[in-house]
Structures are given as structure tokens and as C-alpha cells.
Nanobody, 126 residues
Framework: QLQLVESGGGLVQPGGSLRLSCAAS????????IGWFRQAPGKEREGVSC????????NYADSVKGRFTISRDNAKNTVYLQMNSLKPEDTAVYYC???????????????????WGQGTQVTVSS
């Protein structure tokens, strides 16, 4: 069974950091573009960051540029999202997704992705 599992979420104070992980089971992530998305209460899901299969190309939403870093370790079949300088507006459920296509112009859109995780809650609050 093909599955993506996110972990690493939690409660953090403003200015703090978290590292999210996206692990795959049942398939290898080596050939997949991975995207991170988030959905805050009452809002639509939005793209946060994405990375191509080799890890050589990435893209970020303007709201997280300079604070979030996406990376991947294909040997561990895992993709990470390092989140620094967290703000209350970063509070959301964070999802990872896998797809076979890559394009920096559209990798923050939901359409190209075939597999989705169940999400992990990130709460930024004092």
C-alpha cells in the first residue's frame, strides 16, 4: 500500500522552529516531486514548498521564503521541511504530497500530485 506519513508537528512559540518529516512506505520517493501544503482553519489548502526528485530544484510560497527550507534524503525515503522563525499565521495542518511531474511554476498547486499524507498539526502560539 502506497502511503505518505507526516510527523514532527506540535505546539511552538512564535519565533521557534520545527522540522517536519514526510516518510513514504510502499514506494520509493526517488522519482517523485514532493510538495508541502498547509490548511489553516477556515481557509483553503495552499502550497508551501516543493522539491524535485533530485533535490536540485525547489520553490517556496512568498509567505515562507527565507524561513522554511525543504530538503530530501532519498536514502531514507524522507523529505523534510525545516521551519524557522515561526509565526502564528503559520498555524495549520501540514500535508506532504508526491507526484511524478516537476515544474517550478506550478509545483505549489495541488493538481500535479497523486499521493497525499494525512497531515500533521502545527500550532504557533504563546
Amino acid at each position: 500500500q502506497l502511503q505518505l506519513v507526516e510527523s514532527g508537528g506540535g505546539l511552538v512559540q512564535p519565533g521557534g522552529s520545527l522540522r517536519l518529516s514526510c516518510a513514504a512506505s510502499g514506494f520509493t520517493l526517488d522519482y517523485y516531486t514532493i510538495g508541502w501544503f498547509r490548511q489553516a482553519p477556515g481557509k483553503e489548502r495552499e502550497g508551501v514548498s516543493c522539491i524535485n526528485s533530485s533535490g536540485g530544484s525547489t520553490n517556496y510560497a512568498d509567505s515562507v521564503k527565507g524561513r522554511f527550507t525543504i530538503s530530501r534524503d532519498n536514502a531514507k525515503n524522507t523529505v523534510y521541511l525545516q521551519m524557522n522563525s515561526l509565526k502564528p499565521e503559520d498555524t495549520a495542518v501540514y500535508y506532504c504530497a508526491a507526484g511524478v511531474l516537476w515544474g517550478s511554476d506550478w509545483c505549489l498547486l495541488e493538481g500535479p500530485y497523486d499521493y497525499w499524507g494525512q497531515g500533521t498539526q502545527v500550532t504557533v502560539s504563546s
